[in-house]
């Protein structure tokens, strides 16, 4: 009997087609009809998220804005062996790719140029305007009495950076390298190494926020979770109660207590604790960054914690009570374990959060609480060079995924819990 | 009962969470060692607060509670070595099965050796030899029971207690588990105090069952006792199914009584907790005890209407108007002499006086 | 029913389409008392038809680059820096402006062609009089000075103005700044000297920050922007005192945002620079008027400052009266159009280290 039936083919359905055919063309049905619920979603995240992150990391290796302008003197000047000054027909196809430029394409250029070398900015403007005087050669000649930015060969070096269409200058300069003038790659000057810095301390703060978070949050909600409603209700209502006030007034809220003459030096010089002339320096620094955020993130932290330890029945404290645990033990070998997905989930939000953070920095940070959402805030919108912008951006991204990867290898995904 | 005898004794103990309301009232309890005792009773009726001042998760609010002869009140519950089996079984999710039975043996510091053995003892008992290393969530309800079950009394402790444990299993698995721990407790001889409202779940398992309603101990009697014999209309209503005609005492004469009932007819019942002539009463009366059409003659002897039959297989359930009463359940054994009814026929009902208990009103 | 609804709908749209077509213009400046003296000078007076929204920002071309370049343009004249006036104009965010009517008029000549004028304003450190009882400080030296006038100084989060200042107080002439700044031995002239200072610092971004820094004494002084500091003596009756020396002269221009509603932001940026409307900005916000003219028409009207229980002199607190003038720096733009960003980073390794 069983014979007979494993040596037959596909399975028919009564009609006589193969049973899985039927079965998927019962399935398309349900299947375009959930493509097509989840299509505006889905077309929304593309236009809003996953655009926008495209875009951004190209901009980050995109180098054309000069190529497109200069597309001759590029060609020459790849002849040029990087020896002494350029020759006089590099200098020529300059002057006329200068002379005859339209429209904003120069400013624009002279931008990007002015980040591998300062001061091309300025050479580029005075010169559009002087080459118009100039009628014949030779133009190396006349182009350096113009300038003599022009006869220095740092500037023409410079531009041995841009010839290809795609640059890591970026990447470099967001950890402290750059190319020199022969493109090998090697450290920044000393006094313009600010960003290995920066991310050293962006992920410093991030982590001592993140601990702090958890250390006052994991009290608070468990406390949250085994009150009864009614208090319960009202203690959630004072965690979020911040959470609902802005952001800026929460902070401005933080200077008034910390700086040197504010409310807590006050007490503490009022109460003789400290003296007058020793007041604490808790506001402007790196101390005040982590104070502050940590208030603002604890929302994050104890929201997540609570709702996973909220499912944690009551019981199973009993039942390791009733076994013979000691209220510790019990909770450390059987509440802590119940709560990870919480503090995993927890910890996680609040670094994200924080690792990008930039206002509070911002506005408490001073002189050693920048953070890498400040620079990028900075290029964003003062300089303009959305190139670093964006690698900045994208490298805070990769480290996100390296981070959430490392976590799912570690302690697996699906042990978040948001609730 | 001697201090001896009782091996768990509650003294004038009360309970009360907000101070206005006591949840428990003067319970005294005698539960001697090897019994299986259930408290049976309605929610809210404080059989669940009982259970949880003896688990030391609740202090009396007054009163006394003893386990072996020595007071327990201050003794924190993780000392007192009385094991619990949780209305959703409490099963650790984060541990395996052996986990879960080993931890209160790691945690008394027993050497691995030790806690291997017993716990592969205790799966043995519940027959969960091969899930092991399984995840709690990984089984079935039943299964989860019987871990839960095998934890409790892994440790061999004195006493255990268990607070509704088959409440979320369904009927076919509930019964099956009920003659388990009735076994279980058979062989192991160690004392169960039991809670449900099941009044099935009591009746099958029990040695004794203690009725609570109201934060009192009703009756408190082994299960024959407490069906046949309830000595209140609460135990009567609550313990399985029972006829109910509502009267008053027309005469008393020693162990036994007249009641005329609000339609005007005359019931001869059993004296239990009526006092005085005029008095309301209500007569509690199995359906069972019942006869239909008989040609026997009882004390009591009625005419009644067919109102509705329900036909159950083996029995079937007719539900009559007499004595002024049309909710009156009568079973009729659906056997080789047929029953033959309609509904709307007249029959004629009858029961011994003996049967029929004058209860109080309440 | 049903027509009607019909009619009432299409009335709307067309009254959103009409609404459209007599353009409004959204004018983007930096809100406080300085947005305040243009709503007065020149918004609230303009009647050309085009009504005016006022939005505020906190400076950079980000987001106007941001909307160019999406070619969703909402912003239509923005009060810009001059450094961003060159680089806006350069980049091609900015419409040009036909500025025969006041480019003999001016100061100093505009930085591009796509700006009209408004204002000078300065950096200028200050302190608190209490602060002080004894002897006062009296230049940038003193500012330097942390032996002789001990206490912390507050200085803003970025490069401007503190390397100009820094190198003065190192003993360049105001005139000459530029020209060491031009040097890489003159950039580190500069942050050698803020080092003497960099542990007695407290940093600020927001303009009403230094006043708090000064007034609760958190700082003894602080650098500010003057109009912020002239806003707290007139109107609040502060007792702040301006030091007066190395003065960092800012120049405030308004742009027309290419793509947005260019011709009516033209009409009223024609408006809005005039000599008259510049001179009234001051009776409002101490800060100096771009155009020669309008100090003329200040002169004259003195007391031209309005202040309820009687107006005041304006001239003492203007960043460009003739004796401020003498010692002060006129920021180079195109200096820090070329240098800005790498400076920029040098600072900010400073702060950080």
């Known amino acids: ?419 | 009962m001697s201090q001896k005898d009782s091996f768990v004794k509650f003294e004038k103990v009360d309970k009360s969470y907000d101070g206005e309301i006591l949840v428990v009232k003067d319970l005294n309890l005698d539960v001697p060692k090897g019994e299986f005792l259930t408290m049976l009773g309605p929610s809210g009726s404080g059989k669940t607060t009982v259970l949880m001042m003896l688990a030391g998760f609740e202090t009396p609010t007054n009163g006394e509670i003893y386990l072996d002869g020595n007071p327990i009140s201050s003794i924190p519950p993780n000392k007192r070595g009385i094991g619990m089996v949780f209305q959703n079984y409490a099963l650790f999710p984060h541990m395996t099965v052996k986990e879960n039975l080993a931890f209160p043996l790691e945690v008394r510091k027993m050497e691995q050796s030790e806690i291997d053995k017993k716990v592969s003892n205790a799966l043995a008992m519940v027959e969960l030899q091969d899930f092991g290393n399984r995840m709690p969530l990984q089984l079935s309800g039943g299964q989860q029971q019987r871990v839960a079950l095998a934890r409790s009394l892994v440790f061999e402790p004195r006493l255990v207690l268990m607070d509704e444990p088959l409440g979320a299993l369904d009927k076919n698995l509930r019964e099956q588990m009920q003659y388990e721990i009735k076994h279980i407790h058979e062989k192991i001889g160690i004392t169960v105090v039991y809670v449900t409202h099941d009044q099935s779940e009591a009746l099958t398992m029990s040695n004794r069952i203690a009725v609570f309603n109201d934060g009192k101990i009703q009756q408190i009697s082994s299960p024959d006792v407490l069906y046949e014999k309830p000595n209140s209309s609460f135990v009567a209503q609550f313990i399985g199914e029972n006829n109910q005609l509502r009267g008053k005492v027309k005469s008393i004469s020693g162990e036994n009584c007249i009641i005329t009932t609000d339609s005007g007819d005359d019931v001869h019942a059993l004296k239990i907790n009526i006092n005085n002539n005029g008095d309301g009463s209500l007569v509690s009366l199995r359906p069972e005890r019942v006869a239909i059409n008989s040609s026997e003659n009882f004390e009591n002897n009625f005419e009644a209407k067919v109102k509705e039959l329900i036909y159950l297989g083996d029995h079937i359930r007719s539900r009559v108007e007499v004595c002024g009463n049309d909710q009156f359940i009568v079973k009729i054994p659906n056997s080789y002499k047929g029953a033959n009814l309609k509904e709307g026929a007249t029959v004629k009902l009858s029961w011994k006086a003996s049967d029929s208990r004058a209860l109080d009103l309440n | 029913m049903k027509r009607a609804i019909k009619a009432a709908f299409f009335g709307l749209i067309s009254i959103a389409f009409v609404g459209s077509a007599i353009a409004d213009i959204t004018f983007v400046s930096w809100g406080g008392a300085y947005t305040a003296s243009q709503q007065k000078a020149y918004i609230d007076t303009y009647s050309k038809g085009s009504s005016i929204t006022v939005e505020n920002y906190n400076g950079g071309l980000g987001e106007i680059k941001a909307q160019v370049e999406a070619g969703n343009v909402t912003w239509d004249v923005v009060d810009v820096l001059p450094d961003q006036a060159i680089t806006g104009c350069d980049e091609g965010l900015f419409a040009k402006v036909d500025q025969s009517s006041f480019i003999n008029d001016m100061v100093v000549p505009p930085v591009s062609e796509c700006v009209v004028p408004q204002i000078f304003w300065a950096y200028t450190a200050f302190y608190s009089k209490s602060a002080f009882p004894g002897k006062k400080p009296k230049n940038i030296k003193d500012f330097f000075d942390v032996k002789k006038f001990p206490g912390k100084r507050g200085i803003h989060t970025w490069a401007n103005a503190l390397i100009e200042m820094a190198l003065v107080a190192d003993g360049v002439k105001a005139k000459n700044v530029y020209k060491v700044m031009s040097t890489p031995e003159g950039i580190d002239r500069a942050f050698a000297k803020l080092d003497t200072i960099k542990d007695h610092v407290v940093f600020w971004s927001a303009g009403s920050k230094p006043l708090e820094l000064v007034s609760s004494g958190e700082v003894v002084m602080s650098l500010a922007y003057n109009g912020r500091i002239g806003a707290a003596i007139l109107s609040e009756g502060k007792d702040f005192e301006y030091i007066w020396d190395a003065t960092v002269l800012e120049q405030e221009y308004l742009v027309a945002i290419k793509g947005g509603n260019e011709k009516e932001a033209l009409e009223f940026m024609a408006h809005a620079s005039t000599a008259q409307a510049l001179a009234d900005q001051a009776k409002y916000i101490p800060y100096g008027p771009m155009r020669k003219s309008s100090i003329g028409i200040i002169k004259k009207g003195e007391p031209w400052f309005i202040k309820e229980g009687g107006n005041i002199d304006i001239l003492p607190h203007m960043p460009t009266a003739p004796k401020v003038l003498k010692r002060a720096v006129i920021a180079d733009p195109v200096w820090w159009a070329d240098n800005g960003a790498e400076v920029s980073e040098r600072f900010g390794a400073w702060k950080g280290n």
């Open chain 1, 1 to 419: 009997m069983s014979q007979v039936q494993t040596s037959t083919g596909p399975i028919l359905t009564t009609d006589g087609i193969p049973l899985k055919v039927s079965l998927k063309k019962a399935e398309r049905k349900n299947k375009i009809r959930a493509f097509l619920l989840v299509l505006p979603l889905l077309s929304f995240i593309l236009i809003t998220f996953l655009v926008p992150i495209g875009d951004m990391l190209s901009r980050s290796i995109d180098d054309r804005q000069i190529n497109t302008v200069f597309p001759k003197t590029f060609e020459v000047y790849k002849k040029w062996d990087r020896q002494g000054l350029p020759s006089e027909e590099v200098y020529k196809t300059m002057f006329f790719e200068v002379k005859n430029s339209e429209g904003y394409d120069i400013g624009k250029a002279s931008t990007r140029m002015n980040y591998s070398k300062s001061g091309w900015k300025s050479l580029l403007k005075k010169s559009k305007r002087k080459f118009k005087k100039i009628e014949e050669g030779p133009y190396k000649e006349k182009m350096i009495s113009i300038d003599k930015k022009w006869g220095d060969p740092e500037y023409w070096k410079a531009l041995g950076q841009m010839v290809d269409p795609t640059t890591m200058g970026y990447y470099l300069n967001a950890v402290d390298l750059k190319y020199d003038s022969n493109k090998n790659i090697v450290q920044q000057k000393e006094n313009r190494r600010i960003y290995n810095k920066t991310w050293i301390k962006t992920f410093k703060v991030s982590i001592l926020v993140t601990f702090f978070c958890l250390i006052l949050g994991y009290p608070i909600s468990y406390l949250l979770a085994t009150l009864p409603l009614k208090y319960s209700n009202l203690l959630m209502i004072c965690v979020l109660l911040p959470f609902w006030t802005s952001l800026l007034v929460r902070t401005v809220a933080w200077m008034v207590m910390l700086q040197q003459k504010g409310v807590l030096n006050n007490l503490l010089v009022m109460s003789n604790v400290l003296a007058d002339e020793n007041r604490m320096q808790l506001m402007y620094n790196q101390t005040a960054v982590v104070i502050v955020m940590t208030q603002i993130l604890l929302p994050f932290m104890v929201l997540p914690l609570f709702s996973v330890m909220k499912t944690i029945s009551p019981t199973y404290m009993r039942a390791a009570l009733n076994l013979g645990a000691s209220p510790l033990h019990a909770f450390y070998k059987v509440y802590m374990p119940n709560s990870i997905p919480g503090v995993s989930a927890g910890c996680l939000l609040v670094f994200i959060i924080a690792i990008g953070y930039y206002i509070t920095p911002e506005l408490v940070g001073g002189k050693d609480g920048q953070m890498v959402g400040n620079w990028i805030a900075y290029h964003l919108k003062t300089t303009l060079n959305w190139g670093l912008c964006a690698s900045l951006g994208a490298i805070l991204l990769a480290m996100m995924t390296v981070l959430y990867w490392a976590y799912n290898k570690i302690v697996g995904i699906e042990n978040i819990k948001l609730g």
